[in-house]
Antibody, heavy 124, light 111 residues
Framework: EVQLVDSGGGLVQPGGSLKLSCAAS????????MHWVRQAPGKGLEWLGR??????????AYTASVKGRFTISRDDSKDMAFLEMNSLKTEDTAVYYC???????????????WGQGTLVTVSS | QSVLTQPPSVSAAPGQKVTISCSGS????????VSWYQQLPGTAPNLLIY???KRASGIPARFSGSKSGTSATLSITGLRTGDEADYYC????????????FGGGTKLTVL
């Protein structure tokens, strides 16, 4: 079964840092492009960024609101992806999901499956 | 403010049909296929439709998708109370800023 498990969320003070983890199983992780998406309480989905595979030089891309503060990385030897978040703001409070770019199509970016999400609360 | 525009809510009676629209621009929907995701209360999003009109594995034929120009539509027939959820469209944006974009989500209520 293809599965992603998110972890590492918690309560952090404004200006603080946190590193989220995403453990993958059931597929060849090293070949996959991994994405992170968040959802603020009662709000919609917001794409944060992605990291490509070794063939594509582990290239990363980020949405403007987190560029320079958030860093996506991966450890192919452990089948894990990470989201390191610095200079956290109250508006970063959200459930954070990792998700795989599915190989089901060559015609676009399809996100499947998704982790269960991990809640990050930024508050003093 | 989301890049893709969806109606905040739709509703219909059990057994009826509902459509959810998703409007974008030439750099996203106009240039790329669309996916649709279902998010049941308290759970992670789940892929429903990809390549604008293909059903993901295990998704019943009651769910269908289409795309025309810079808009896409999700249709659900034979509505069931279990279909009550938030639905999101998503696609890649080919503009200079790029990235994946989502609609703001549509809450489906089955009356």
């Amino acid at each position: 079964e293809v599965q992603l498990v998110d972890s590492g969320g918690g309560l952090v003070q404004p200006g603080g840092s946190l590193k989220l983890s995403c453990a993958a199983s059931g597929f060849t992780f090293s070949g996959a492009t991994m994405h992170w998406v968040r959802q603020a309480p009662g709000k919609g989905l917001e794409w944060l960024g992605r990291i490509r595979n070794k063939v594509h030089s582990y290239a990363t891309a980020y949405t403007a609101s987190v560029k320079g503060r958030f860093t996506i990385s991966r450890d192919d030897s452990k089948d894990m992806a990470f989201l390191e978040m610095n200079s956290l703001k109250t508006e970063d409070t959200a459930v954070y999901y990792c998700t795989r770019e599915s190989p089901i199509t060559i015609f676009g970016v399809v996100l499947d499956p998704w982790g269960q999400g991990t809640l990050v609360t930024v508050s003093s | 403010q989301s890049v893709l525009t969806q109606p905040p809510s739709v509703s219909a009676a059990p057994g009826q049909k509902v459509t959810i629209s998703c409007s974008g621009s030439s750099s996203n929907i106009g240039d790329n296929h669309v996916s649709w995701y279902q998010q049941l209360p308290g759970t992670a999003p789940n892929l429903l439709i990809y390549d604008s009109n293909k059903r993901a594995s295990g998704i019943p034929a009651r769910f269908s998708g289409s795309k025309s120009g810079t808009s896409a539509t999700l249709s659900i027939t034979g509505l069931r109370t279990g279909d009550e959820a938030d639905y999101y469209c998503g696609t890649w944006d080919s503009s200079l800023s790029g990235g994946h974009v989502f609609g703001g989500g549509t809450k489906l209520t089955v009356l």
